[in-house]
């Protein structure tokens, strides 16, 4: 643990999501393959977790279930209080609405909607669009440096701004984690750093971040990294070497953002 | 307001697509527009036929005589003797119950000039024998003067009534009443006491294809016609002639209440028909035009649900559009799609999405095509006026029901025809958007 040790002992921490011996099985024309094979742990509140392996070890399979995108073979997955594993469609698609933010790495905005209104579409999946969430949305709009922006098209904005707008989505329902999926993926290595430091500044005020990467450079500013493996958990440990952006960092990268677009 | 959101998506996610959108708004158009049109026109055309047959009195029973077959070999002292009889006609009268008027009628084609001007070319036409009765039961109007009168019948006097066309074609510039009329080939005289209104042609009765043409008509009276010229007809064709006989064309029976009209023809043909030594009479020919008016309400029917059906196939071709259009969309927005169910939308928000979509298209194609429907008689007027002006020899072949055809637009198939549009974008539309919402949003996501 690289927080202080006390903190972790007083306060039991609450935990964003619980996984035990998820498994995962994809039947195809002549065999099995196995794309989990039992695999188990916690993510507590406020923590940022970087999942890592080679491509096959499973991490897709990973995130799929994560974002409650595909339900497992076997296992549980607890998120909060409820058991997600077998519940049905419709019922994951509430649970995507009002508990996951997803980021993407081609940022997957719908393109003929504005900034705000694309902040806006898990509240209108929960049936909550009203007056207080446009004005919610354009608060986080401007949080992630957009506040001028809100009557663009994604097509009018840069791949940096066009995540940024993607993170405000994902924090839009209030999420119990952020998930983002190799979200500085297509992005070069300036914009990976104004990314990234809107990740730690959001941890940093609480949020629960799971992404899934595969630079070492990115996982590097994660509080702990889960390595897979053919479909089990081969490492799970704190980043002992972690990089962290100072608050001037962060605030002078944020300036900087500003006046580069 | 969830709903009101769905819909102004739609709408937006349309008019990325304007022309697209645009032109599956068109194949709905023209199935809306062409149920309200065809049905117009059938209507129109149908109403131009009830017309001519009411013309002819649903309350009337008509009996006409008619020619049988030449079964002679040629030989010229045959005498052909053949209809109905004025004693018919008097027993109809004096023991029929239900009728209220029996016209005796007998019609002979004749030229006709006018007695102060013989060297002008006689004009062919119609003579009419008939009584005062007449007039009203083939709804004549006079112009001026009077038509035939008792007096005039009883007295069997030579006068005679003409119909508008003879009057001007005879008399262009002169006043006819007073004057005198010439028949050349019966050699008589006949003065004028009246004019009529012009009238349009009647539906065809008897035997004949030819509707019944009013214009140029001279009636008469007919003990006048006996008295001058008897029964006999001879006509001459060729080398050889022939002689009809016969006492009368046709007798025109009203009946006092149209509810009788059916039995009351029943017994007049039954008891006509074996009038004669045990075999069926084939010289005469019963015309109901209440039964024809019937038959014509059938016929329209028939009419209308053929004019139905060729409208509902070009409406079905619509939906093909739409669903055609829909699936392209569907495909091309996979990855929105994707989006969408991360994000939380279920499967029944992207079928609805979807929908929405395709309803109003179609809405929007049925409300325009309403309202091209509703320029149906204009158009049409515009369409005749256009070949009678620009192809006037064209113009002149035209049947003559699409030359005074209007179009009637039919209430009902207004609604109809909305309601199958948007029906007909449901149907279509349902198929591609459960298709969206049944895509995996793993696969849709993954969608480039």
Redo the contacts between chains.
């Keep these: 643990m690289n927080q202080a040790p006390d903190s972790s002992v007083t306060k039991p921490t609450k935990l964003a999501a619980q996984i035990k011996d998820l498994t995962k099985h994809y039947v195809l024309k002549s065999e099995t393959v196995r794309a989990l094979r039992g695999i188990s742990f916690d993510v507590p509140e406020g923590d940022y977790v970087a999942i890592m392996g080679p491509s096959g070890s499973g991490k897709s399979t990973l995130l799929n279930l994560l974002g409650c995108l595909d339900r497992p073979t076997a296992g549980n997955y607890v998120l909060g209080t409820d058991d997600v594993a077998q519940m049905t469609d419709d019922q994951l698609s509430e649970v995507r609405a009002s508990r996951i933010g997803f980021v993407f790495q081609s940022y997957n905005l719908i393109a003929q909607l504005s900034v705000v209104e694309n902040i806006e579409v898990p509240l209108y999946y929960m049936g909550q669009l009203n007056a207080k969430s446009r004005e919610r949305s354009t608060q986080l709009a401007t949080m992630v440096g957009l506040g001028e922006r809100l009557g663009h098209r994604p097509p009018q904005l840069s791949g940096g701004q066009q995540q940024r707008v993607a993170i405000a989505r994902s924090l839009v329902n209030d999420p119990y984690f952020i998930l983002a999926d190799e979200a500085t993926g297509n992005l070069d290595s300036v914009t990976t750093e104004e990314i990234l430091a809107l990740f730690q500044r959001l941890n940093d005020e609480g949020r629960t971040i799971i992404m899934v990467t595969h630079e070492d450079e990115v996982s590097a500013h994660a509080k702990r990294v889960i390595w897979l493996r053919d479909g089990e958990i081969q490492s799970d440990e704190p980043v002992t070497e972690r990089k962290v952006f100072t608050a001037e960092q962060i605030d002078a990268i944020s300036k900087n953002a500003e006046v580069r677009h | ?2 709903l009101f ?1 769905t819909w102004k ?1 739609g709408l ?2 349309l008019l ?1 697509h304007p022309m697209r959108s645009a032109l599956t708004v068109l194949g709905i158009f023209i199935g809306v527009a062409s149920v309200i049109w065809l049905l117009a026109i059938g209507e129109g055309i149908s109403r131009e036929a009830q017309k001519q047959i009411e013309d002819l009195g649903a309350e009337n029973i008509i009996v006409r005589s008619v020619k049988p077959p030449d079964t002679s070999s040629g030989n010229f002292s045959d005498i052909v003797d053949f209809g109905v009889t004025r004693a018919e006609a008097e027993m109809i009268r004096l023991t029929v119950p239900t009728l209220k008027g029996v016209v005796p009628i007998r019609e002979l084609p004749q030229s006709f000039i006018y007695n102060g001007n013989k060297n002008a070319k006689p004009v062919d036409g119609r003579l009419v024998g008939c009584t005062p009765e007449y007039m009203e039961i083939t709804r004549l109007v006079v112009d001026r003067g009077h038509f035939l009168t008792h007096r005039e019948l009883d007295g069997k006097l030579s006068v005679c009534v003409i119909s508008a066309v003879l009057a001007n074609r005879l008399f262009p510039s002169e006043d006819p009443i007073g004057k005198q009329m010439y028949l050349p080939e019966k050699q008589e005289y006949f003065s004028i006491v009246g004019v009529l209104k012009e009238r349009s042609a009647t539906a065809a009765i008897g035997g004949s294809l030819a509707a019944q043409d009013f214009s140029l008509d001279v009636y008469i009276p007919i003990t006048t016609m006996y008295q001058r010229m008897g029964d006999r007809e001879v006509k001459r064709t060729g080398g050889s002639f022939s002689i009809n006989s016969f006492q009368l064309s046709q007798i025109t029976l009203q009946v006092a209440e149209v509810d009788d009209v059916p039995r009351t023809a029943k017994l007049i043909e039954a008891t006509l028909r074996a009038n004669s030594n045990g075999k069926e009479r084939q010289d005469i020919a019963v015309v109901v035009p209440f039964e024809l008016l019937e038959q014509a309400r059938t016929t329209r029917l028939m009419f209308m649900m053929f004019m139905g059906l060729i409208a509902a196939i070009s409406l079905i071709v619509g939906g093909i559009g739409i669903m055609n259009i829909m699936l392209a969309t569907v495909t091309e927005r996979t ?2 799609i ?12 992207i079928t609805w999405q979807f929908l929405v979509e395709t309803i109003s298209l179609s809405v929007v194609g049925g409300l325009t095509g309403v309202l091209g429907g509703l320029l149906c008689p204009w158009a049409v007027s515009l369409a005749r006026w256009s070949v009678a002006e620009f192809a006037p020899s064209f113009y002149q072949n035209l049947p003559e029901v699409a030359k005074i055809m209007s179009p009637q637009i039919v209430p009902e198939s207004i609604p109809i025809a909305f309601f199958i549009s948007v029906i007909v974008g449901v149907v279509f539309g349902i198929y591609p958007a459960i298709r969206a919402a049944k895509m995996d ?2 696969e849709a ?1 993954r969608h480039e």
């Design positions: 307001m969830r959101r998506l937006k996610s990325l990855r929105e994707g989006i969408r169910r991360a994000l939380g939308g279920k499967r029944s928000d949003p793993i996501l």
